[in-house]
Each structure stands twice: as C-alpha cells, then as structure tokens.
C-alpha cells in the first residue's frame, strides 16, 4: 500500500526562491513549478540542517526526484550507498532508502546516527526470510557456505557468511572457491546468478514484489510497439523477463549503460522513479513504460526527511550481538569487486 500524501504547508517566500532555484533547475523536467513551490522550503530547511548536524543524505535510484536530485549528498545502488556509508566523516547518516539499507549503513558505523525517516519503509525480499530458516537450510545442506542478498535483516545476515548486492553477486559467489552454495533469499537473482556461473545454487523462495510483476510478454509487446526500443532489466525480475532483455545489471549497472551506450529510447525493466530521475539527466533520451512502483520507497519524503534531521530520529539500532556477526558478513562484501 502507498503511504497517504502528507501536507507540505510550510511558507514559500521570496527568499526560499531565490536560494533554491539553481535546485529547481535539476528537476523541472519531472516537478511543475506548482509543486516546487510546495518542496523548496522544506529542501532549505534541509539543506541547512544537515551542515548544522554535519549530516549526510544517501538515496537510492529509487527516490523521487526532489529527494534524489534536490537533498541527496550520494546516490546509487545498494553497494555504492553501503560503501558511501563506510567511508563517510559524517555524524549523521540520514538513509533515504529502505529498512535493511539504513541496517547497512549502521553495521557499518556503529557508533555513527543513522536515521530512517520511516522506519515503516521495508522490503519484501527482507520480509521472505528469518534468521531460523537460515539456520534451517544450512542444517540441510552442511557445510555449504551462505551468501546472502544484503536486501535482508541484520538477524538473517548475521547468520550468513558473506552478503551480496546485485552488482556484484557473481563475483562474491565465485570469491568462495566452492563448487555450491546457498543464495538467499531472491529466487529470481539466484537463478539469474546460477545463469553465469559454474558454480551449483541452492536457492530461497522470496521475491521482490516490485520485480516479480514485469512478464516476458509484457516485453514482447512493448518491442512490438516501439521499434528498436532497448530493453534494461534488474535481476530481480523473473527469468523470461531477463531472457527478453537487451541488458541485465543493477541500479547503477542500467544507469552506467545509458550513459555509455545514449539508446534512443529505452524502457527500465525496474522501479519508476529510476526512470524518471535518468530523464533528468538525458533529457534527449525517451523513457519508456512499463515500470512498478515500489511502496517502501514512497515512504521517504520531504517533510520525513526534515523531521528525521529535527528530532534526531527515527534512528536504527541493532542488538550488539547480532551486529558483531552481521557486519563480518557485510564486510567481506564491500571488498568484492563489482561484476554489474
Ligand atoms: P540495487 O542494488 O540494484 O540498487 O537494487 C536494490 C533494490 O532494492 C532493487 O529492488
Ligand atoms: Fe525491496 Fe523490491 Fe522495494 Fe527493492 S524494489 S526495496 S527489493 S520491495
């Protein structure tokens, strides 16, 4: 479900135009001029917030556009965001983002604040599993080591012995040197994994609910109706969608391939804010639909974001022992290399 829109009713005066429109200027592709009126005084606020607190706003590819382009001081996939979060001289880490990001970045920073601005904005694929199916499956399958997909809990990583993102999952089930190993929790990225490697997976049953939506046919069709269209995919998606694709990458990995490659036009087989933050960015570029949209996500807004950096909360806090053996897992991680 989509969160209910919030007011945004603080004052839009003169000064707030001015010190705000090279900001405007970054989004007016996407925002009309009636809805910056209603985001400016609260990107201001802010703004200046964050240099009072010595704060750092991280968002993800699926924010929207005043977050992404207007307050973000980072953007990029899981990894970029993890590993921004681990190299920061920042107090504060405000995670515009989902639950199991904001959880990274804390393991990563244990004695830094890190705020989530809805503690309500979670993921599907962190919901599929617990700690105690971790423990399940490796009682099943002894001695096969765990890689565990970072969209997860602190409890289930702490039981995992290395965690991936999708750009660089291949790269961090091949570092084991193991002919098999268990991938949680994501079917769909284990079996695109499985795709690319030697090595034998043994997989879980979540999905993303954003992901699992695209179809094959879905492709197809919009191939069909627009000639010469390149088709980017996430590798959540289930597998006839990536099979219908022109290229499979992460977050970063799909944005890295329109700016090398500037297809004409181009669908992102991913969450729409993706898209409508790169038309921003290549306005020459046509995006084309379908996309889903993810409700965590749409949690984090303006007036969120503001209160978070007011109040000094929501802020994650993780069971010291969990923690302890969570960011071994997360560690070894970020000393992979990228593969997409
Ligand atoms: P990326 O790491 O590719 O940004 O993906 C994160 C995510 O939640 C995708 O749904
Ligand atoms: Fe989770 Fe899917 Fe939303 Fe990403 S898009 S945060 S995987 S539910």
Redesign the pocket.
């Known amino acids: 479900m989509i969160a209910a829109p919030e007011r945004l009713d603080l004052p839009y005066t003169d000064d707030i135009a001015r010190s705000t429109r090279h900001l405007y200027e970054r989004v007016s592709r996407t925002v009309t001029s009636a809805e910056w009126e209603l985001y400016a005084p609260y990107v201001a606020r802010i703004e200046a917030l964050k240099r009072e607190r010595n704060a750092v706003v991280l968002a993800?590819?699926y924010q929207s556009a005043e977050i992404y382009r207007c307050v973000a001081d980072i953007v990029g996939?899981?990894?970029t965001l993890a590993k921004a979060a681990a190299s920061t001289d920042a107090d504060v880490i405000v995670m515009c983002g989902v639950h199991f990001m904001a959880e990274t970045a804390k393991l990563l920073n244990p004695s830094k604040t890190v705020l989530l601005p809805d503690l309500a904005a979670g993921?599907s694929l962190a919901e599929s599993i617990t700690a105690e199916d971790v423990r399940a499956l490796r009682a099943a399958h002894p001695g096969v080591p765990v890689v565990t997909y970072v969209?997860t809990s602190a409890a289930v990583k702490a039981e995992s012995d290395v965690c991936c993102?999708?750009?660089n999952a291949v790269a961090v089930v091949e570092s084991l040197g193991v002919p098999k190993v268990i991938f949680l929790p994501d079917q769909y990225l284990a079996a695109f994994v499985a795709s690319k490697t030697n090595v034998e997976i043994v997989t879980w049953q979540g999905h993303?609910e954003?992901?699992e939506r695209f179809t094959g046919a879905e492709i197809v069709e919009l191939r069909e109706m627009h000639a010469g269209i390149v088709v980017l995919a996430?590798p959540?998606c289930p597998p006839d969608v990536l099979a219908n694709a022109d290229f499979v990458g992460?977050?970063?990995a799909m944005l890295g391939y329109v700016k090398e490659h500037r297809p004409a036009r181009v669908a992102m087989i991913t969450?729409c804010s993706m898209a409508g933050n790169l038309v921003e960015a290549f306005p020459e570029i046509e995006f084309l639909q379908p996309c889903n949209l993810c409700p965590h996500m749409r949690r984090i807004t303006l007036p969120k974001i503001l209160r978070a950096l007011e109040t000094m909360e929501p802020e994650i806090q993780i069971d010291p022992a969990i923690a302890d053996r969570a960011r071994i897992a997360v560690e070894r991680m970020t000393l992979a290399r990228r593969d997409t």
């Open positions: 993800h590819h996939d899981s990894l993921c969209n993102t999708s750009a993303c954003v992901h996430h959540e992460s977050t970063t969450e």
